[in-house]
T-cell receptor, first 116, second 114 residues
Framework: GDSVTQTEGPVTVSESESLIINCTYSATSIAYPNLFWYVRYPGEGLQLLLKVITAGQKGSSRGFEATYNKETTSFHLQKASVQESDSAVYYCALGDGNTGNYKYVFGAGTRLKVIA | GPKVLQIPSHQIIDMGQMVTLNCDPVSNHLYFYWYKQILGQQMEFLVNFYNGKVMEKSKLFKDQFSVERPDGSYFTLKIQPTALEDSAVYFC???FGQGYAEQFFGPGTRLTVL
């Protein structure tokens, strides 16, 4: 079936260091997967961080970036220099538009803690 | 930015009782969703809803589940009767369009069935 696997957390990174959260997907029933990163800050709902609809493209937002790699079925999230305010839970998601009624397949989430 | 609200944030209920989870979506959104996350597991799609109708539901959306949006205001998930395995966090989301339109999520309602 369709699934998303991401780096198991928690991940602890020192401020100003680089970050990579791995995400790989399996889209056996989806002809044209769309890929997303969502973030949840404490006490809030999920927020869209970035999305990429087309394979080979890169998305970026707030210093984060991710490239949709169809060959390796990956969509890793990277940031060159993290800040304490980046502490949150990050979710990789696969868009399933097969039926025209859109729904996401989520990864388990990766909790990131940035320390000063 | 636009916010989705969920009421209550935590609900404790005895097995067999009915529960209604309320979602206040973004005001001009047309598509509505519920997701379920059991502790330690992935968030999973339950159902989506548009124009007064369920458009698609997953196998997690049991016969005891129902959704509606009376008066065009709150989007509700009702479980009747509840079972122990319904204990989870339920997330509501809404979007203006479908396809890859951004979904806006609420903070979740934690349901505990005793």
């Amino acid at each position: 079936g369709d699934s998303v696997t991401q780096t198991e957390g928690p991940v602890t990174v020192s401020e100003s260091e680089s970050l990579i959260i791995n995400c790989t997907y399996s889209a056996t029933s989806i002809a044209y997967p769309n890929l997303f990163w969502y973030v949840r800050y404490p006490g809030e709902g999920l927020q869209l961080l970035l999305k990429v609809i087309t394979a080979g493209q890169k998305g970026s937002s707030r210093g984060f970036e991710a490239t949709y790699n169809k060959e390796t079925t990956s969509f890793h999230l990277q940031k060159a220099s993290v800040q304490e305010s980046d502490s949150a839970v990050y979710y990789c998601a696969l868009g399933d538009g097969n039926t025209g009624n859109y729904k996401y397949v989520f990864g388990a989430g990766t909790r990131l803690k940035v320390i000063a | 930015g636009p916010k989705v609200l969920q009421i209550p944030s935590h609900q404790i209920i005895d097995m067999g009782q009915m529960v209604t989870l309320n979602c206040d979506p973004v005001s001009n959104h047309l598509y509505f969703y519920w997701y379920k996350q059991i502790l330690g597991q992935q968030m999973e799609f339950l159902v989506n809803f548009y124009n007064g109708k369920v458009m698609e539901k997953s196998k997690l959306f049991k016969d005891q589940f129902s959704v509606e949006r009376p008066d065009g205001s709150y989007f509700t998930l009702k479980i009747q009767p509840t079972a122990l395995e319904d204990s989870a966090v339920y997330f509501c989301a809404s979007s203006f369009g479908q396809g890859y339109a951004e979904q806006f999520f609420g903070p979740g309602t934690r349901l505990t069935v005793l």
